[in-house]
């Protein structure tokens, strides 16, 4: 895990947050939504903090072995991105899900990360892209989930009933989700269930500690003022509001937050908002200019004589913009700080016919029996200062307004539904398109970085328009996406695909079909893969042969490799690796399929390359058996949020089945006793 820094009180790096905490376990999934999203980032940064990942793509080979390694083990990792910025070539091995709101934008920046023994929910204004992780001022918050926690459940089960429902945005017209959906859902059904006893079920009663919400709009949810008003806590409103946003209703338009926002105040006696935003000094000296609306101003209720509206200066780091959205209310008692990724804008705040999918986290905190708490809330404030009083304000709307949908951009239309990747019985690769409805005429499908017409318009209607196409996929690598052309669409759109499951997905082209002597190397060797797989890849590149090192000792020179007990000494060895591997504690069905069928290094992957090898079927017989006689000595061990030792021994015999099927039989019919061993293995493994 990398170093963590200090930072000044209230302020972090959102990386940290995709490290485990300490004593977290294994990573099982994570999953996250975003407005704008760059995948490389998301797979470097992100996916390699919460994987550990040891390597970077600067090691080549050997960090898509480890990336490939580490994924193909946990149950889900995705992405729900706003359908503007749903592109970018990436791994199957994590799922890209498009989130086509209509007239409105999927805003919401949730992460939520699954270990063995622990879970967090990041509520972020960051976007998972760059400049939203290392350049802007964003704002975020943390709940961890664990034995012994105080983290609110409520807040819990509230954000997963909005990732479920932000979800079905990714095929509005599809009833039945695809397996991309069902595995987001299904995680998310893990999360409920692991977690049950991992949090507090209420809001502590004590004044001492603080409260959180979610605050959460979008399309049939209550606006966030109606939220807000709901967990004040109490029954005197609040006086002051303080407010910071980069970005603001167009200044032609009435500010209908801003005046919502004097209705949530108190309405009798003083009362002020405080909007502090960015600015800039205008050419030869002519004052400055606020980033801002004079709408805010003017929202102001005019037949009060005790309100006030004030506009303060951000003090911000030079080059670093600002992008995070805060809101506060408070009186002499109380004060809520809500924090997430709604600007003050109508669809931000839930306002209007089509509000944006938005998430905030709210904290309450006691000013007096709670003076740690309204201090490190304080501290999270960006620092400003006095604006002048002849400040000018926006006469236009801002050209980099995030919060509306993009004018011109070209969507994906909603008659193509998914696109999945598998493999059939033949371990043949296939992709599966679903169309709901008639696509807009002359369309066609190409490749997603070459312009090659991998499917169209005239082929679909000569398979009579069929819901459901399949397409044989013959290229090495599967496609993350198809690009989307038709008739007069200036451009294309662009169309994911995400993997049917893990095991349709094959391993990294460095390890398919590995020599036993190599498998042998790799599994006996004290290094993590990676490492082990870096060196070997150098040697193969230098032209040794698979295993093969340079010996100097002549004794050693002597090959060997006939002698059979040497053979099976060494793949012995392997074999109790395999065998100690399978006793781990395994986080989910996934990793245990990996480290039976699927893995490059796995069990299924010694039998195939035993029964590749150039020697006696008699042999090939025997060791098999070996494999067997290994597997039945498994004794699984069991840990939190991992699978139970019965899952473990059922999948292990199947296994076993599956070897036996693969036995020569044919080989063994003159020799009687190997016959008698071999039978024997088997049906004592399989008891």
């Not at 606020?290 to 209720?301: F, I, N, S, T, Y």
């Not at 986080?587 to 299924?604: D, I, K, Q, Y």
């Not at 039989?665 to 008891?687: M, N």
Request: glycine share 6%; net charge positive.
């Amino acid at each position: 895990m990398r170093k963590r820094e200090n930072h000044k009180p209230g302020h972090a790096k959102i990386l940290e947050a995709w490290e485990p905490p300490d004593e977290a376990g294994e990573p099982i999934g994570c999953i996250a939504t975003t407005f704008t999203f760059e995948p490389p980032f998301f797979e470097e940064e992100c996916l390699g903090r919460f994987l550990g990942l040891e390597t970077t793509p600067s090691d080549g080979a050997a960090y898509l072995v480890e990336r490939e390694e580490k994924l193909a083990q946990i149950a889900c990792a995705a992405v729900l991105v706003d359908q503007h910025h749903a592109r970018g070539m990436r791994s199957l091995r994590w799922d890209l899900l498009s989130a086509r709101v209509p007239g409105a934008i999927l805003h919401a920046k949730v992460s939520l990360l699954l270990w063995s023994r622990s879970a967090r929910l990041i509520v972020a204004s960051a976007n998972l892209t760059k400049p939203g992780y290392r350049l802007n001022h964003e704002v975020f918050g943390i709940l961890d989930y664990f034995a012994g926690s105080e983290a609110p459940l409520t807040v819990l089960a509230d954000i997963i009933d909005f990732l479920r429902r932000a979800a079905s945005f990714g095929t509005p017209k599809q009833t039945t989700p695809g397996p991309a959906i069902a595995r987001w859902n299904n995680f998310l059904d893990r999360v409920l269930k692991v977690t049950r006893r991992w949090g507090a079920p209420h809001s502590p009663h004590s004044l001492s500690k603080p409260r959180v919400f979610a605050v959460i709009t979008g399309p049939k949810r209550r606006v966030a003022f109606e939220t807000l008003r709901a967990c004040w806590p109490s029954t005197s409103p609040p006086k002051k509001a303080f407010v910071v946003s980069p970005f603001f209703d167009p200044p032609e338009a009435p500010n209908t937050p801003a005046r919502e926002l004097w209705n949530l105040l108190h309405q009798r006696g003083p009362a002020s908002v405080q909007f502090e935003v960015t600015a800039e000094d205008l050419p030869d000296g002519k004052g400055v200019l606020l980033h801002a609306p004079e709408a805010l101003r003017k929202a102001q209720p005019a037949s009060r004589d005790e309100v006030e509206t004030f506009f303060r200066r951000l003090r911000l780091e030079e080059g670093r913009p600002l992008h995070a959205k805060c809101l506060r209310i408070q009186n002499e008692q109380w004060a809520l700080y809500q924090i997430g990724s709604s600007n003050f804008t109508t669809a931000g705040l839930g306002f209007g016919k089509r509000p944006n999918l938005e998430a905030n986290l709210a904290y309450t905190v006691s000013l007096q029996r709670n003076v740690k708490g309204s201090r490190a809330l304080m501290q999270a404030w960006l620092d400003s200062e006095n604006a002048p009083a002849d400040a000018r304000f926006l006469r236009e709307p801002c050209d980099d307004r995030e919060d509306a949908p993009m004018a011109g951009e070209i969507l994906l239309p909603a008659e193509f539904g998914e696109a999945t990747f598998a493999c059939g019985s033949d371990e043949k690769g296939f992709v599966e398109l679903t169309f709901q409805g008639s696509p807009p005429p002359g369309w066609r499908l190409l490749h997603e970085d070459k312009e090659e017409v991998v499917f169209s318009e005239t082929r679909w209607r000569s398979q009579r328009r069929s819901p459901r196409v399949r397409l044989d996929w013959r290229e090495d690598r599967p496609p993350s996406a198809f690009r989307v052309r038709w008739r007069d669409s200036a451009g294309d759109a662009w169309w994911p695909v995400n993997a049917r499951d893990a095991a349709s997905l094959p391993p990294p082209s460095e390890l398919r079909n590995l020599s036993l002597e190599a498998l042998i190397e790799i599994l006996t060797s004290a290094r993590p893969l990676h490492q082990v797989m870096r060196r070997w890849l150098q040697r193969r590149t230098d032209g040794a042969s698979d295993g093969e090192s340079p010996q100097l000792d002549p004794h050693k020179r002597v090959d060997t490799s006939g002698f059979l007990l040497q053979r099976t000494r060494r793949i012995s060895w392997a074999l109790k690796v395999l065998g100690e591997r399978l006793a781990q504690p395994v986080p989910s069905r996934e990793a245990l399929n990996w480290r039976l069928r699927r893995g490059p290094h796995g069990v299924m992957a010694v039998v195939n390359a035993i029964i590749r090898e150039e020697r006696p079927e008699q042999e090939k017989a025997f060791l098999l058996a070996e494999i067997a006689v290994e597997l039945a000595r498994v004794m699984p061990r069991h840990a939190p949020g991992c699978l139970q030792r019965r899952q473990v021994r059922a999948a292990v015999r199947e296994c076993i089945r599956e070897i036996r099927s693969q036995v020569p039989v044919k080989a063994l019919r003159k020799l009687p006793e190997l016959k008698s061993y071999v039978r024997r293995a088997f049906k004592e493994a399989s008891a």
